[in-house]
């Protein structure tokens, strides 16, 4: 029993390593439609929203934060792309959809009325260990790198919480309840624009706000790449 455990790991452990050598070999698919050829094929990036600094879309922000925006829907490209990027080891995909957040990044800091700190929304660290990189992360610093501002990983999760978009509204807010802790030793920016990939009912951002205010973070904006349309009730 323990025996087919260790060769299970080690199996594991060898197709982990083999990924990304996996991944050269592999044709080059466009992360949202699947053409071969490229990462992301010239119709999705313009079609989705993703050419240039990125399309802005607007709305009202999450509690405790001033201002939101994200790139476009969920539903379709954007969320095939988000999925591709954390389900198929596709860490690549981080570099154009950070580079497309520019847009929203933009906006939401004039209405914070200053230069804001970019900080990633964390994975949980399960996910983290399974996958073997933070998305959201990766995504904060293509847009960081683009737009010279500052990216700070200021949060961290205390603990693992279930997928969201099966609770209703007052068990979201009670399962993401102090969900988020300031990392030790963190200083705290006075404007802050939280990133992360998906934006659906806003519980995950308005967690991580409360963290950041209690932190003494004056101005908190959120961005995502994709928004999500919430079945079950606001
Ligand atoms: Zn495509």
Known sequence: MQFTERARDALAELQRAAAPVLALLAPQRCGACGTEGTLLCSACCDELGLAGAGRVERGAAPPGCVAGAWIGPYEGGLGEMVRTLKFHDLPALAAPLGLALQGAIGAVQRELGGD????????????????????????????????????????????????????????????????????????????????????????????????????????????AVAREALMNGA
């Open 116 to 223: 804001a700190t970019l900080v990633p929304i964390p994975t949980d660290p399960a996910r983290l260990r399974d996958r073997g990189f933070d998305h959201a992360a990766l995504i904060a610093a293509a847009a960081a790198r683009a737009l010279r501002c500052d990216l700070a990983a200021l949060l961290e999760r205390t603990r693992a919480v279930p997928a969201l978009h099966t609770l209703g509204r007052a068990e979201r807010r009670r399962v993401m309840d102090r969900v988020f802790a300031i990392r030790t030793g963190a200083t705290m920016p006075q404007r802050v624009i939280l990133v992360d990939d998906i934006w659906t009912s806003g519980a995950t951002f308005e967690a991580a706000a409360a963290t950041l205010r209690a932190a003494g973070c004056k101005a908190i904006g959120v961005v």
